[in-house]
């Protein structure tokens, strides 16, 4: 306190002038105290609870972003500290102009008259360029060929009285090394080893990198924030576009960051206050969030580049489709394929959109086919209405973690004993889990483990653990020939002998095609798995096999068949081979019931074999 009184006499008698305006009076200790707990104050400076000590600390990790030596963890002093920045005299770097969003909002709460402002030419353009009415949430949906995107992604979009293509977004990402490889890149991105960044670029930037150049289907979100409060949100984005956070994938990435921003713009929304989110903030979630908080107004559907394909496709017979195949690969000229064509307009955009997809959009024949385009009207043809209905949004489907509870009975070659099952999920989906909202063919499981329970030798014991589990059956059609694979990092309990099982740390993965024939995807996969475990006798096992199955959707559930085997190529052999099916039926949008049945095959190297089986019948309830 008497710190802080000095700095009062201080500004009383500064000679260099805050204008004619006296230090306000009301300006006490107690006053400042109050303030330091306020929420906004709070959000500006990024300030959580540590989920252990009930301790606030910023989840700032950068020194430049505070003014008190102990800001990090003490909201008083750094209020304290930032007041005193505030009110010197103007100087290069003054902390209005770093940080103008703590300053609007110090100037309301302690009655400041413009007269204290200090002039910031760079904070006056910037304000300019991010001047908008409206503000949207733009939610790329999940992308599998980027680990750090298979969960979908978000970011901001400032909307002014221009086109919306030319409005700015701001992007939150991990500054990543392009060189780092597959498991540098994992690793790095859950245990916080990248620094995040915010980019701004004009939205046409944007939505060229999702939605076409990654064929992602795109969301946006107007949100429920005053012209006023975009303006705070602006300010806060200025203070922290060069201030360090430590990025996590699970935690605090791109969704949650920017939620964290909407928090310091509108403090009463509270979409990250209270431990929100204390294990995971999945993109889709946040979406959930801002739903449950009713700030979304509207939200708009922007379909990628494939999706239009394909919904083009679907409203062509089969001698047009080969018609907008054979004129994208130059093998007719555009008047050939029309001439006798009903459909002239969809064949002749369908075959440049095909093109586009393609990256071949500036082949000589392209310029013909938009010419041929140039030329028919509506009086040659009325466009038919696209036959794919608009999907559901993301943030329609289950919730993203799930636990599951049940029981069944296995049967060996000692016994059969009856079991009593636990799995619980952090994040996010299976083939078998309602696909309402999801991609279709798409599933990804992070940190799913499976205890049972087997009352007759009176054991609980863990039946797996599922690190990373993700599977991506991309469907071949007339146009496109995509690969279908998926990768596994687990442990599982697998049998070593005829009487022994143990947990075994497994690598698996593999590719091959599917095909979508109504409800119904049928695919195939060529596998590599490699396990190690103490209880082999070489420690290790690399085997090679196959995967065949049926993933069927109909109308309250899904049905799962799989068949597999996997023979031993060096290491530890151990032969096996499973046929397995799981079938769910839906009985809310959080709640199913799932049946399932599996039977294995082992084949050791010294001619033993033998089979086990088990079936189970599960309660899903996702939160």
């Known amino acids: 306190m008497r710190r802080l009184w000095l700095f009062f006499i201080l500004v009383f008698s500064s000679p260099c002038g805050l204008g004619a305006q006296p230090f306000a009076p009301s300006i006490e200790p107690a006053r400042l105290a109050e303030l330091a707990q306020q929420p906004a104050w709070l959000a500006l400076l990024h300030y959580k609870r540590v989920a252990i000590t009930g301790q606030l600390r910023s989840q700032a990790d950068d020194p430049r972003f505070f003014y008190a030596e102990q800001g990090k963890t003490q909201p008083q002093a750094e209020l304290e500290a930032t007041v005193q920045a505030m009110l010197l005299p103007a100087k290069s770097g003054h902390a209005q102009c770093l940080f103008p969003a703590r300053w609007f909002w110090l100037k309301q709460q302690l009655n400041l008259s413009s007269g204290y402002d200090v002039a910031c030419p760079k904070l006056e353009a910037w304000m300019k360029r991010a001047e908008a009415e409206r503000l949207t949430l733009v939610f790329p949906a999940m992308y599998l060929g980027n680990p750090g995107s298979s969960f979908g992604h978000t970011f901001l979009r400032f909307d002014g009285d221009d086109s919306v293509m030319l409005s ?179 064949i002749l955009e369908q075959a440049y959109n095909l093109l586009q997809f393609r990256d071949q959009a500036k082949v000589e024949y392209a310029e013909e086919i938009l010419t041929a385009r140039s030329r028919l009207t509506a009086e040659d043809q009325v466009i038919s209405e696209l ?126 095609v599917s095909r979508r024939l109504a409800n119904t995807t049928m695919f195939a996969m060529a596998m590599v798995e490699a396990d190690v475990s103490g209880d082999y006798k070489q420690d290790y096992s690399l085997q090679a096999g196959g995967q065949v199955g049926a993933s069927v959707l109909f109308g309250s559930g899904q049905l799962l068949l799989l068949a597999e085997n996997r023979n031993s190529v060096s290491g530890f052999e151990s032969d096996r081979a499973r046929v397995s099916t799981e079938l769910q039926f839906n009985l809310d949008r959080n709640l199913g019931l799932r049946f399932g049945y599996q039977k294995n095959r082992y084949e050791l190297s010294d001619n033993t074999s033998w089979f086990d089986e088990e079936w189970f019948v599960r309660v899903q309830q996702y939160f």
């Open 387 to 512: 036959s794919a209905n608009q999907p559901e949004p993301p943030e329609s489907g289950h919730a993203s973690a799930r636990f599951a509870y049940g029981g069944g009975q296995q049967s060996s070659l000692q016994s059969d004993q009856s079991f009593v099952d636990f799995k619980i999920r952090m994040a996010f989906h299976d083939l078998v889990d309602a696909p309402l909202g999801y991609a279709p063919g798409s599933a990804i499981n992070v940190m799913e483990s499976h205890i049972r329970w087997l009352p007759e030798e009176d054991v609980v014991r863990l039946e797996s653990l599922h690190f990373f589990n993700i599977i991506s059956l991309n469907p071949v059609s007339g146009w496109a020939m995509p690969l279908s694979w998926q990768l596994d990092v687990s442990l599982q309990r697998l049998a070593i002998t005829t009487v022994d099982s143990d947990l075994v740390f497994i690598v698996e993965g593999g590719g091959g």
């Open 168 to 346: 700015q977004a701001l992007n939150y990402a991990a500054e990543n090394d392009p060189d780092d490889g597959m498991i540098a890149y994992v690793y790095n991105g859950v245990f916080g080893g990248y620094t995040g960044v915010f980019r701004i670029r004009h939205y046409f930037e944007t939505v060229q990198v999702y939605s076409d150049i990654e064929n992602r289907d795109i969301w946006e979100y107007q949100l429920d924030y005053s012209a006023e409060e975009i303006r705070q949100l602006a300010r806060h984005v200025w203070e922290v576009t060069d201030i360090d956070f430590d990025y996590f994938f699970f935690g605090e990435n791109c969704s949650y960051r920017l939620l964290s921003l909407l928090d310091a713009a509108k403090p009463e929304g509270a979409l990250t206050f209270d431990n929100a989110f204390p294990l995971y903030a999945i993109p889709v979630d946040t979406v959930r969030a801002l739903e449950e908080k009713n700030l979304v107004v509207k939200k708009q559907y922007r379909p990628s580049l494939a999706s239009k394909i394909k919904a083009g496709m679907e409203m062509l017979t089969g001698q047009e489709r080969e018609l907008v195949i054979r004129l994208a690969e130059g093998e007719i000229t555009a008047e050939n394929a029309i001439s006798s064509a009903d459909k002239k307009i969809e």
